[in-house]
């Protein structure tokens, strides 16, 4: 077998899949509240692939799926943190807001109110890229053995 590994490998696009699968149930979810023009857009899905690139850069760089998870979780507090914010102010939250979240200590109640369980969609396909990475991981160590 060929000692250089590829850049494109099967965990790669589980990851890349997974990646671009949450951006776009974000939008669906965003979009629920107002119009799905974003999805007639080609610029939607073209910033869509550069995220992904970009947040694939750890496991592209140091091949280290536990750093890919940590990305993907991170991710995911991310939009779900999102989701929130719009499902009370109705607009994105601003880069500032993010510094606040010891704010939030006082309005536990309404931080669980807006939280929906779709939003689980988010970590479990974190959990379902994980385990489908680590299954692959294990059946090409037992093809190499």
């Known amino acids: 077998m060929n000692s250089r590994k590829r850049l494109w490998d099967k965990p790669t696009l589980i990851f890349g899949i997974c990646i671009f699968l949450k951006f776009i149930i974000f939008d669906v979810i965003w979009c629920a509240y107002t119009t799905f023009t974003p999805f007639s857009h080609f610029e939607s899905y073209a910033t869509k692939i550069i995220a992904v690139m970009i947040l694939l850069a750890p496991y592209f760089f ?80 037992l093809r190499n053995k």
């Not at 995911?76 to 914010?85: F, R, V």
């Not at 807001?97 to 807006?114: C, E």
Request: aromatic share 16%.
């Open 62 to 141: 140091f091949r280290r799926w536990k750093l890919q998870v940590v990305t993907l979780f991170l991710l995911d507090i991310l939009l779900i943190a999102n989701l929130m914010y719009y499902r009370t102010y109705y607009t994105a939250i601003p880069l500032s807001s993010y510094n606040l979240i010891g704010n939030l200590a006082d309005f536990t109640q309404s931080v669980y109110d807006s939280i929906h369980w779709y939003d689980l969609l988010f970590p479990l396909s974190s959990i379902a890229a994980t385990i489908s990475t680590s299954v692959t991981g294990k059946s090409n160590d």
